[in-house]
């Protein structure tokens, strides 16, 4: 059983910045595609960042945040900076068996079948 625990949310004002923790019970090198989701109170949950042999991003957090990994520590890691109030949410990280089209991994939630049960954001302004 994968079991994924986030940590290293919390409050802070526009501007600021956070990073999120995501210890892995897995060995993340192994072909598992990576993932950071959120969700806004009323919204579908939504991708933020996924890597796999490289990181990739939605355009909203592009150049602000970066995901990252160390494999020794079996953690992904979700670097935000210059944070907005439109980035708060409740953070999930998660994980599937990759390649999952191809050779890629894609930001979608319904194909990641690990998750952990989160992390909250609140970005004031």
């Known amino acids: 059983q994968v079991q994924l625990v986030e940590s290293g949310g919390g409050s802070v004002q526009a501007g600021g910045s956070l990073r999120l923790s995501c210890a892995a019970s897995i060995d993340i090198r192994s072909g598992y595609c990576m993932g950071w989701f959120r969700q806004a109170p009323g919204k579908e949950r939504g991708g933020v960042a996924l890597?796999?042999?490289?990181?990739a991003y939605v355009d909203s957090v592009k150049g602000r945040f970066t995901i990252s990994q160390d494999n020794a520590k079996h953690t992904l890691y979700l670097q935000m900076n210059s944070l907005k109030p439109e980035d708060t949410g409740k953070y999930f990280c998660a994980a599937d068996r990759g390649p999952q089209f191809g050779n890629l991994c894609v930001l979608s939630n319904l194909l990641y079948d690990y998750w952990g049960q989160g992390t909250q954001v609140t970005v004031s302004s």
């Open positions: 890597i796999y042999r490289s990181g």
